[in-house]
Nanobody, 125 residues
Framework: QVQLVESGGGLVQAGGSLRLTCAAS????????MAWFRQAPGKEREFVAA????????LYLDSVEGRFTISRDNAKNTVYLQMNLLKPEDTAVYYC??????????????????WGQGTQVTVSS
């Protein structure tokens, strides 16, 4: 059974940093793109960052470009999101996901078939 478990969320002041971790189990995802999405209260889930299977391609939401870095360790079946210079508008539940459909683009949540349960990130001003 495939399971994605996120960790590393928490409460941080604006300008601070957090590192999210997503550990996958149940199968190996080294050849699959993985991504982070987030959902703030009252808003739709939005794409944050994605990384290809070999980490050769990385994509970011414009508002996090230069502040967030996505990476992966295929030996550990794990993907990370390093978040620096956090802003209150980054407050959301962050989800990791595995892309198993290839009918659209990295940015679409419908492309992803496995999801974690989410981890809360709260940035105070």
């Amino acid at each position: 059974q495939v399971q994605l478990v996120e960790s590393g969320g928490g409460l941080v002041q604006a300008g601070g940093s957090l590192r999210l971790t997503c550990a996958a189990s149940g199968r190996t995802f080294s050849t699959y793109a993985m991504a982070w999405f987030r959902q703030a209260p009252g808003k739709e889930r939005e794409f944050v960052a994605a990384i290809s299977g070999n980490a050769g391609r990385r994509l970011y939401l414009d508002s996090v470009e230069g502040r967030f870095t996505i990476s992966r360790d295929n030996a550990k079946n794990t993907v990370y999101l390093q978040m620096n210079l956090l802003k209150p508008e980054d407050t959301a539940v962050y989800y990791c996901a595995v892309r198993i459909y290839y009918s659209g683009s990295y940015y679409l949540s419908s492309e992803y078939g496995y999801w974690g349960q989410g981890t809360q990130v709260t940035v105070s001003s």
